[in-house]
């Protein structure tokens, strides 16, 4: 069931005088329970698409159907509150907050989504999912003592802690080795199978594709299939 | 909230070196105000403890209290008018003791008075301070314009008057000394006394800033409090501007996953808080015991109703400090700083 729709969804920059279009009307229909992967050469739009559906910048036209609401219509507070409760982002970098431990991290992430768990709760929650992704045995370090692909799986496990309907994934993997790579694949793969996850992840690596239920390309502003 | 918290936990020095900024400048705050109140006592407790009431000059004199001459059939007719009231004079001048030691004092004589002490005449009341320069009960003093001599009848605590110890003396006694038959200024102890016609009238406050350097001295030492004050609200905002220049990816990020704007600031309200009480606390301990054993000569002073009003003024301009440094906060997108945090 497509419960996230992108409809003929515009963008234009202006810079100086000149209007330069960067998405030329973009229609991209995501599904529960199924990885969406972006491809395409280097400034053909994928993550401008990506952080237009994701809410971090408006669309110059177009919709954005998140179950059934037009996010282009919403406000600014809306859309934060969409994106606290609904939305789960992992980057390029990891981006997490130095000076909070692992468990800490994703108690944060709970506190910002609102949820109406108590503190045992909360604790028990960030547990389980830290052994979902394998860390909760570092659950005490900082960011800065983690290597690369165990501060991935942390920014992932932040992503995922609030239980989230769409996950967004901007090149999740192009700070790693394969091999770590692969690990982060599977995770999420797994993660959106056994959590029903809409995910759309733009990714520049040919040896991530398998991990997806489905490819789209986009050329130039387009999409071309 | 615990994200604040958990910051300046991991970041302790940073946090301990404003702190400490905070602590030294509140400080010397504390010091100097609690010096500006000590030498305005030494200035002018004579004035500054009177009763509120209204002083009057000679309209020539102006405004200069040892210019004035106050006409005496004026004087009568008002002393008689408002009960309560005092006519008196203040000169600069010195007594001589025994061992012909000089020691300057203000001579103070008045009319009869429950604000000023009733001396007769050949007597002479001190401020207890000129019992340390060895003065004491009995003892005889003269003076060059005096033709007799002043027995010392007994001392005052704290009457001080242009930062030499006040000494009292009769009338008569008074306008031999200096030639004079009228007195130089009238008091009526009433808040909203009446206007007499060639006399201009002061208020208790108006008629400090009259004493010769009293208002000089004050509005240089309040001017540095208060330069003080600014600097520290400078500090803030300088302080926590470069903190959050460091941090704007991380406030993107924050942002980006749904954390409102408030409070981010609330985290930067919070640790300005922490550390300001954490300073206020010491400076305010360590200059309420610098009060108790501050030498005696020295002329400090400091009460804590000053300490805590300035404590106060410290928290809001802090807050203002902090509070500005935090609008680029609101100014910053998540998305930049998304894309910035990769290149
Ligand atoms: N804020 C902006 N202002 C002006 N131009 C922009 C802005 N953001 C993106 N662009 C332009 O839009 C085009 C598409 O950028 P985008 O980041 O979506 O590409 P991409 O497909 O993700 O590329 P890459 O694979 O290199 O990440 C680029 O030419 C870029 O210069
Ligand atoms: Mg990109």
């Known amino acids: 069931m497509a419960n996230f729709l992108i409809e003929d969804v515009t963008k234009s920059f202006t810079s100086g005088e000149v209007e330069e279009q960067i998405l030329k009307g973009v229609n991209l229909s995501l599904k529960e329970g199924e990885i969406t992967a972006l491809v395409g050469p280097s400034g053909s739009g994928k993550s401008t698409i990506l952080t237009i559906a994701a809410g971090l910048q408006r669309a110059s036209d177009g919709k954005i159907l998140f179950e059934t609401k037009d996010m282009t219509k919403m406000s600014q507070e809306e859309i934060r509150q969409v994106r606290a409760k609904e939305f789960g982002f992992v980057f390029q970098s990891s981006h997490l907050v130095p000076f909070l431990t692992v468990e800490e991290q994703l108690l944060v992430m709970l506190d910002v989504s609102k949820t109406k768990l108590g503190k045992q709760e909360q604790v028990k929650e960030v547990e389980k999912i830290l052994k979902l992704v394998e860390m909760n045995h570092r659950k005490d370090a900082y960011p800065a003592s983690l290597s690369g692909g165990e501060r991935q799986r942390v920014a992932i496990a932040r992503a995922i802690i609030h239980q989230p309907k769409i996950l967004f994934a901007d090149e999740p993997t192009a700070s790693l080795d394969t091999k770590r790579s692969k690990d982060v694949m599977e995770l999420l793969r797994e993660l959106t199978k056994t959590l029903n996850l809409t995910t759309l992840m733009v990714t520049h690596d040919e040896e991530m594709l398998p991990y997806a239920d489905r490819i789209i390309t986009m050329r130039d502003g387009y999409i071309v299939e | ?242 903190m959050n220049v460091q941090k704007i990816g991380l406030y993107g990020i924050l942002k980006a996953i749904g954390m409102k704007t408030i409070a981010l600031f609330r985290m930067i309200w919070v640790q300005m808080m922490v550390i300001t009480i954490v300073a206020l606390a010491l400076s305010v301990g360590l200059s309420q015991l610098f009060n108790v054993l501050a030498p005696a000569g020295m002329p400090f002073h400091l009460t804590l109703d000053t300490v805590m009003m300035l404590s106060a003024v410290f928290l809001i301009v802090g807050f203002i400090g902090a509070t500005i440094s935090g609008f680029q906060i609101k100014k910053i997108e998540p998305l930049q700083a998304i894309q910035q945090g990769e290149m």
């Open chain 2, 1 to 242: 909230m615990k994200i604040a918290w958990k910051e300046m936990k991991k970041n302790k020095a940073k946090f301990l070196i404003l702190g400490s900024i905070i602590f030294l400048v509140s400080f010397l705050t504390f010091i100097i105000s609690g010096l500006a109140n000590g030498l305005s006592q030494d200035n002018a407790a004579l004035i500054k403890d009177m009763p509120t009431g209204q002083f009057y000059l000679n309209e020539d004199a102006k405004q200069t209290y040892n210019l004035s001459k106050i006409d005496i059939d004026l004087q009568e007719q008002i002393m008689e008018e408002n009960p309560g009231a005092a006519a008196f004079s203040v000169q600069m001048g010195f007594v001589n003791d025994a061992d012909d030691k000089q020691h300057s004092v203000a001579f103070v004589t008045s009319t009869e008075s429950d604000v000023f002490e009733t001396v007769q005449e050949g007597e002479i009341i001190l401020d207890s301070s000129l019992k340390d320069e060895g003065i004491a009960v009995g003892d005889v003093l003269s003076n060059n314009q005096f033709s007799g001599e002043f027995i010392v009848k007994g001392f005052v605590d704290k009457k001080k008057y242009s930062h030499a110890p006040v000494a009292y003396i009769n009338m008569t006694n008074y306008q031999e000394m200096y030639r004079v038959m009228e007195m130089q200024t009238i008091f009526i102890p009433a808040k909203d006394a009446p206007m007499f016609i060639g006399l201009e009238s002061f208020s208790n406050k108006s008629f400090l800033n009259a004493i010769p350097s009293y208002s000089a001295e004050q509005m240089s030492l309040n001017m540095i409090i208060w330069f003080l004050v600014v600097i520290s609200g400078m500090l803030f905002a300088i302080f926590f501007y470069m």
